[in-house]
């Protein structure tokens, strides 16, 4: 990890992000070279003319780090067939790579000694113990049928998913590990932790189609311990 953000930062290594060393951010251009960039990555991949997978991780990484500085509210989606499909965002001047950020977060990832794990929830808890804490931000569950967005990830995260994230919850509480589960305060999920101390707080959701519906909304906080 530690090599990869050092390529990273010098942006020498990284694919087609290379060429935006050579931008101007004062140029008149400068938005719309971003924006090319960022349509070839997209074409690119649903064209099937690049294969993301085959991507060495350093160009996997600066892919992923562009597209989320310079796509709507830097919010992150896929399609049916797994492909990042969020439109261009509008950015006067997107502060695309923040070398001292990607520094300051290597160096704490390698001195905390952080794991990061690609795997299905139940999987990334495996080998937990008694006095253990854990914190499950799983995709929320829709508060409406027109919300109905679940898809960070191919698979998608319905009711059925919700219920076997409940039952991992709770497991781990037999087990004597500590759980804090955050999601949309709807009917299901409030009658889902019904035996748990569930807390709603206001949190701010600046994504929405309709400008006069964002804003702050009702989230729960889920946890088995006072």
Request: glycine share 6%.
């Amino acid at each position: 990890f530690e090599r990869e953000v050092g390529a990273l930062t010098k942006l020498r290594t990284c694919s087609n992000i290379v060429r935006l060393e050579h931008f101007d951010i004062h140029d008149d251009d400068y938005y719309g070279k971003c924006g090319r960039v960022f349509l070839e990555f997209i074409e690119g991949e649903q064209l099937q003319k690049v294969d993301v997978l085959e991507l060495s991780n350093i160009e996997k990484a600066s892919r992923i780090i562009f597209l989320n500085k310079t796509c709507y509210n830097g919010l992150f989606r896929v399609n049916s067939q797994g492909q990042f499909n969020v439109p261009f965002g509008r950015y006067k001047n997107p502060d695309i790579v923040n070398e001292a950020t990607l520094k300051a977060v290597n160096n704490y990832l390698n001195r905390a000694k952080i794991t990061f794990k690609c795997t299905d929830f139940e999987k990334a808890v495996k080998g937990i113990r008694k006095g253990d804490f854990v914190y499950f931000d799983p995709p929320y569950d829709p508060v409406s049928d027109t919300s109905s967005f679940t898809g960070y990830d191919v698979n998608g995260f319905d009711h059925e998913e919700q219920i076997r994230l409940k039952k991992l919850c709770d497991k781990l509480d037999k087990q004597g590990v500590k759980f804090l589960l955050s999601n949309s305060a709807t009917d299901f999920i409030l009658d889902l932790y019904k035996d748990y101390n569930i807390t709603i707080v206001k949190a701010r959701r600046p994504i929405n189609s309709k400008g006069n519906k964002r804003g702050e909304v009702d989230e729960v906080l889920v946890k088995n311990y006072e």
